[in-house]
């Protein structure tokens, strides 16, 4: 089945600090892979949309500047977390659909970040 | 508005059979999926329903009602394994995922 690839499981940094974590198709293409977050005991949110070879589109109060993703191949989206603040700590998800349209999506492990 | 609707939680025993009961209001439909989420990890895919009717996969079973924006998942033999946030998800007209907030199933012995 597909799979898909995230890394790290977990990070720790300091605040002011950025964190760059990875997600990967490992056995599919994927021109869009989709970026979630979620907080402790509350459901997951739709941060952006990574599309292969354009700009991320981001969902209403996702600040694009503090939360950079780069979507330079096929296999691989790249979100970075600039300046990291305590309040950004949550569980990260990547996903992606191995077909475009209503297939379903697989999701990544996860990252949790925790910003001390 | 796009809304979907599940209850916050559940509470089941072990053997028993519970039904999940999810209802949405899109902007048109492409779908819609059960996904099931295990705390601190990521969701897992568990079944999708476009055509009206029971779709079943072992001890899942989910049902699906265009007409009346209405979908349940239905697990049997239920175990301690299965204690875990259900998710409901429907594809809107433009293949957007638009997610409930997840049902918390608990298990009791």
């Known amino acids: 089945g597909a799979v898909v690839s995230q890394h790290p499981s977990w990070v720790i940094c300091k605040s002011g600090t950025s964190v760059k974590i990875e997600c990967r198709s490992l056995?599919?293409?994927?021109?869009?892979m989709f970026w979630y977050r979620q907080f402790p005991k509350q459901s997951l949110m739709l941060m952006a949309t990574s599309n292969e070879g354009s700009k991320a589109t981001y969902e209403q109060g996702v600040e694009k500047d503090k939360f950079l993703i780069n979507h330079a191949s096929l296999t691989l989206s790249t979100l970075t977390v600039t300046s990291a603040h305590p309040e950004d700590s949550s569980f990260y998800i990547c996903?992606?659909?191995?077909?475009?349209?209503?297939?379903?999506?697989?999701f990544g492990n996860g990252t949790r970040l925790t910003v001390t | 508005g796009q809304n979907i609707d599940q209850p916050t939680e559940m509470t089941a025993t072990e053997g028993a059979i519970v039904q999940i009961n999810c209802t949405y209001q899109?902007?048109?439909?492409?779908?819609l999926f059960w996904y099931q989420q295990h705390a601190g990890e990521a969701p897992t895919f568990l079944s999708y329903?476009?055509l009206d009717g029971l779709e079943e996969k072992g001890r899942f079973s989910s049902f699906l009602s265009r007409s009346k924006g209405y979908s349940y998942l239905l697990l049997k033999e239920l175990q301690m394994k299965d204690s875990a946030s259900y998710l409901c998800?429907?594809?809107?007209?433009?293949?957007?995922?638009?997610w409930g907030a997840g049902t918390k199933l608990i298990i009791k012995p």
């Open positions: 998800a429907v594809s809107d007209s433009n293949y957007q995922l638009i």
């Open positions: 056995d599919f293409q994927a021109t869009t």
């Open positions: 899109t902007s048109g439909f492409n779908g």
């Open positions: 329903n476009v």
């Open positions: 996903s992606a659909r191995a077909v475009e349209g209503s297939s379903p999506l697989h």
